[in-house]
């Protein structure tokens, strides 16, 4: 072998382990982009699903409410209605964990519920 013919082989080899390490390089960015987008994927998942619990699970009129209460009756009713009109503005909360407890969504939501006093 020739003196040249060793100067293009070490070359080559260069250029093939410098490929090789780009290859490398794009397929763990190709790698890291697809966990990050399965990842959001996941998570938009698991905040529709605790919304829908949440909205599902809100108390109805007649429910036992295991909220915290805020106001016994909020300021624009209290005035005019105070014999006649029953409320409280109450704080209802839900909270879920994914799966493998890596995601945490929680929803609040503020009611009013209104009733009439029987006299």
Do not use: D
Request: aromatic share 6%; hydrophobic share 50%; net charge neutral.
């Amino acid at each position: 072998m020739t003196r040249q013919g060793g100067a293009v082989l070490l070359i080559s080899l260069i250029l093939l382990m410098v490929m090789s390490l780009l290859l490398t390089a794009m397929l763990t960015v190709t790698q890291l982009s697809h966990k990050s987008a399965l990842a959001a994927q996941q998570q938009l998942q698991l905040s529709q699903q605790a919304l829908q619990q949440h909205l599902a699970a809100l108390p109805v009129a007649g429910q036992a409410i295991p909220v915290q209460l805020l106001a016994q009756c909020p300021g624009a009713y209290a005035g005019w209605s105070e014999g006649v009109l029953q409320c409280a503005v109450i704080r209802y909360e839900s909270q879920q964990f994914s799966a493998n407890r890596q995601a945490f969504i929680e929803y609040s939501s503020l009611l009013l519920l209104q009733n009439l006093a029987e006299e």
